[in-house]
Every structure is written in C-alpha cells, then in structure tokens.
C-alpha cells in the first residue's frame, strides 16, 4: 500500500475538485483562438474600416488609405499594427470586405448602411452578410445563392468602375 504524504494527511493540498475549478478560472481569462480572431475582426471593422468607409462616403478604399487610418489607430491606442492586420486579413476571409488589385471594398449588402452613414458594428455585418434574402428579384425569380452572390459583385464593381472613371 502506497504511503500517503503527510501533507496531505494534514489538508495541504487541494482536492481535486479544487483544482478543476482553480483551472477553470485561469482558463477563462485566456481566449481561444477563435474568440480572439473575433475579437480582432471587430475591433478593425469598428476602429479602423467603418470609420474609414464613413470619412471616405464610398463603399472602397486604397490601401494608403487603409495603411493611414491603421497607423494612426495604433498609434492613439498603442496596439501592435502586426494585431490590425490580422483583424484585416479576417475580415477579407470571411467576406466583409474584398480585394481587387490595390483597392478593397465592403460587402454589397453593408452599403445602404453608409448611405445612411449609420453606425455599424461588427455583429450587425455579419448577420447581415449571412442572410439568405434574394437580391432584389421577384419572387417569382427565384435563382440560386451563388447566383445571387455573383450577381451582387457584378452590381458592385458596376459602381466601383462607375465611380472610379467619374475621378
């Protein structure tokens, strides 16, 4: 039989239980991966791009204008510029904005949102990024999500180019 040490005859050491629940409290401070990415998205997206987009009054920027505003972010708040880009390169990935050569641009169906110049957070955008609604079609024309979805970036870079040749 194994001798028990006398700490623990004496009532040193934590139970078991104990020790899950102190783990658990330590555990809880630090994020996962994906709440920290989350958290990154929505930070870029509610201090850096919509205020940008907001300034700008158009639905795309270049990326010295992104690079200013970011600079100028980090700097007020003293956060790593490398923690930004992370949050940037997110957003891209999950479709909020979008890449074409030096010029990104936000989802079609965040622009009526900076007509109206309103203050969109992060969970707003992706609710209404996710949504299954029909891109202004009858609903008696009813076509596939992927045709809705290009259809959406035809109508989009439509205004981009439209807007650009105006300059």
Known sequence: MPEVPPAI??????TASQLKSTNRGTRSKMKGKHASSTENRRMVWE???WPLILDLNRSYFTLKEYQDRRDR???EQGISPSRVAGGFVSLLVKGILVRQKQIYSIH???IPYMRKKANLEYGQVIREINTNNNLNCSKDLMLEPT???MMGYLIKYQKILAEL???
Not at 9 to 14: I, R, T, V
Request: aromatic fraction near 14%; glycine fraction near 4%; include cysteine.
């Open 147 to 149: 045709t809705n979805l």
């Open 73 to 75: 972010y980090c700097n």
């Open 108 to 110: 079609y169906r965040i």
């Open 165 to 167: 040749t105006r300059s």
């Open 9 to 14: 005859e004496a009532g040193h050491y934590e």
């Open 47 to 49: 201090n850096v791009i």
